[in-house]
C-alpha cells in the first residue's frame, strides 16, 4: 500500500520554528510534484508550498511566503516544510501530497496521494 508519512509536526510558540518531513513508503515519488497543504478546524484544506521533481521551482502561498520554505531529497526520497517565524493562525493539520501533474499544480484535486496529516499547534 502506498503511503505518504508526515513527521515533525508539535507544539511550538509563536515565533519559533518546525521542519515537517514527508517520506514515503511502498514506492517512490521522485519524478512527481510534491506538496504541502494544511487544514485549520471549520476551514477547507489550503496548500501552502508546493515543489517540482527537480526542485527547481517552487510555490509558496502568501500566507506563508517569506517564512516557510519547502525543499526536497530525491535521493532521500523525502520533502520538506521549513516553517519559521510561526504563528498561531498557522495552527493546522499539515497534510503532504502528491501529484503526476508536472506544471506545479496548486489545487486540491490535482494531487493524488494523501498523508494522514501531522498537527501543528502555535500558542500566543
Known amino acids: 500500500q502506498v503511503q505518504l508519512v508526515e513527521s515533525g509536526g508539535g507544539l511550538v510558540q509563536a515565533g519559533d520554528s518546525l521542519r515537517l518531513s514527508c517520506a514515503p513508503s511502498?514506492?517512490?515519488?521522485?519524478?512527481?510534484?510534491r506538496a504541502w497543504f494544511r487544514q485549520a478546524p471549520g476551514k477547507e484544506r489550503e496548500i501552502v508550498a508546493a515543489?517540482?521533481?527537480?526542485?527547481?521551482?517552487?510555490y509558496i502561498a502568501d500566507s506563508v511566503k517569506g517564512r516557510f520554505t519547502i525543499s526536497r531529497d530525491n535521493a532521500k526520497n523525502t520533502m520538506y516544510l521549513q516553517m519559521n517565524s510561526l504563528k498561531p493562525e498557522d495552527t493546522a493539520v499539515y497534510y503532504c501530497?502528491?501529484?503526476?501533474?508536472?506544471?506545479?499544480?496548486?489545487?486540491?484535486?490535482?494531487?493524488?496521494?494523501w498523508g494522514q496529516g501531522t498537527q501543528v499547534t502555535v500558542s500566543s
Open positions: 501530497a502528491a501529484s503526476q501533474r508536472l506544471l506545479l499544480p496548486i489545487r486540491r484535486l490535482d494531487y493524488d496521494y
Open positions: 515543489i517540482t521533481w527537480t526542485g527547481g521551482r517552487t
Open positions: 511502498g514506492r517512490t515519488f521522485s519524478s512527481y510534484t
